[in-house]
């Protein structure tokens, strides 16, 4: 049997054209279920065909129609025939672009050698948006040269090589980070009614950051270089993702403050920012809203460092003999250290701190000598978490309020952030090595797909 696929063109002038695409033929019987229906190859060479068949009748189209000149409607001579290449997700097309005279009209001083190209004009790009973005989103999701390998086996796209993917790859995220820049510098209006910023205050953007570290290059400066992830979450609004290098942008709070604005963010309203330790996060969320933060830390950092005291105190209660007092007392201390935390009582915690430290202290003296490392490490996580809290001072609140609120008192969700964002795509086990141009660039890709900001046509694919 023998199938012929003839592609039929009408203009709107009603000019009707026929091309013949490709045909395809089979045994008159088919002997294999193999044989049955259209082949992948058979449909990449149908996709290639007719793609530069409507494309090179477009571009036909639109160089006739606007051949004319504007100003007098004379059509001026042709000067030449030229080619222009066009990459596309179904093949890399050829098309005709004719080079037509000025017209005389437009040129008070008849001119030489002044030509008109329409169809240079209409192909401002070697690719069309849609490779771009496809090219883009499978860079972003997966290495490249997967990323090629998926192209490749199911479209008649060229170039689908790695390197394409990734310099389209980078090429976007310019383009998010040019349109990031934009939005951060437009002036937004202060909300003026009282009502309207008390709204505001209730539903205050929530900016949850941490940190992650992707394996350099060898030879890089460093072995491994710092990203920072997060997300803004708001009331009533979707999730947006966001990550920088710090080191390769060059302002990094602009980024954030795009975000912000994003959720609706306006100059002037409150944020809050749950972070760990690190001031340099809070810092970044401080130059982005240019004022204030409300910075809480995050639970979860504070959790762990009572759970270290905890553990080093577990150890020392299962010693036998049983423990002599002091450390019996300490151990009372240990006990609350978390209920005080969690309820806002770090002064008190504090003091209990230093207690427990001085009690271990004194506890070899009483003790047996054996449970003098264990007493020592006790006093070290201590003298740890004494140090923690006293240096984020100004960011302890009472969990347990804010919690039994519905508020987010971690950034665990953040962390989730980082394993979407930077775990994913740029893990160890990959093996993947990275510049931090390179990976700041492929975060902000990746950061858009995920909150399928990244077009509406994105492709739904599982990260
Ligand atoms: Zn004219």
């Not at 389209?168 to 934009?182: C, N, S």
């Not at 941490?210 to 990203?227: C, K, L, M, S, T």
């Not at 809480?296 to 950092?301: E, N, S, Y």
């Amino acid at each position: 049997m023998q199938w012929t696929v003839r592609l039929e063109a009408r203009t709107s002038r009603g000019k009707v054209t026929t091309t013949e695409l490709v045909t395809f033929s089979r045994p008159v019987v088919v002997s294999t279920l193999a044989e049955v229906g259209l082949m992948l190859s058979e449909t990449k060479a149908l996709l290639a065909k007719l793609q530069a068949s409507m494309l090179c009748g477009q571009v036909a189209e639109y160089a006739a129609h606007h051949r004319a000149c504007a100003a007098c409607g004379v059509l001026p001579p042709l000067k030449d025939r030229r080619t222009r290449r066009l990459q596309t997700l179904f093949g890399t097309v050829e098309v005709e672009a004719p080079r037509f005279k000025a017209c005389r009209c437009r040129q008070p001083v008849p001119m030489t050698g002044v030509t008109v190209s329409p169809v240079c004009a209409l192909l401002t790009a070697r690719c069309t948006p849609e490779l771009e973005r496809v090219q883009a989103e499978l860079g972003a999701r997966t290495s490249f040269r997967d990323g090629a390998r998926i192209l490749e086996a199911l479209l008649p796209v060229s170039p689908a090589n790695h390197e394409s993917l990734r310099s389209r790859t980078h090429a976007v995220a310019l383009q998010l980070e040019a349109a990031d820049r934009q939005a951060a510098t437009e002036v937004m209006a202060v909300r003026n009614e009282p009502d309207e910023a008390a709204a505001a205050d209730e539903r205050r953007p929530v900016v949850m950051l941490d940190g992650a570290y992707i394996r350099a290059v060898p030879g890089y400066q460093v072995r491994n270089f710092e990203a920072i992830c997060g997300k803004v979450e708001r009331e009533g609004q979707p999730t947006r993702r966001f990550a920088l290098v710090r080191s390769v942008v060059e302002q990094p709070h602009a980024l954030l403050r795009a975000a912000l604005q994003g959720q609706g963010w306006r100059e002037g309203d409150p944020v809050t920012a749950i972070s760990d330790g690190d001031p340099a996060l809070p810092a970044l969320v401080h130059s982005a809203i240019g004022g204030p933060v409300g910075h809480i830390l995050d639970w979860f950092h504070l959790s762990m460092r009572v759970q270290h005291v905890e553990q080093v105190m577990g150890g020392l209660c299962a010693v036998e003999p049983p423990l002599l007092a002091p450390l019996d007392q300490a151990r009372i201390d240990v006990e609350r250290l978390r209920h005080l935390l969690w309820n806002g009582h770090y002064e008190k915690a504090y003091e209990a701190l230093g207690r427990i430290g001085s009690w271990a202290k004194d506890a070899t003296v009483l003790n047996n000598a054996a449970m003098e490392a264990g007493a020592k490490r006790l006093v070290a996580r201590c003298t740890e978490l004494r140090a923690y809290i006293e240096s984020n001072e100004g960011a302890l609140i009472d969990y347990g309020q804010r919690s039994r609120a519905g508020k987010p008192i971690s950034t665990s969700r953040a962390e989730g952030t980082v394993n979407q964002l930077v775990s994913a795509r740029m893990n160890k086990r990959r093996q993947m090595r990275w510049l931090p141009r390179g990976a700041h660039r492929v975060l902000q890709v990746r950061a858009a797909v995920l909150d399928g900001r990244f077009g509406h046509q994105a492709i739904q694919l599982t990260a």
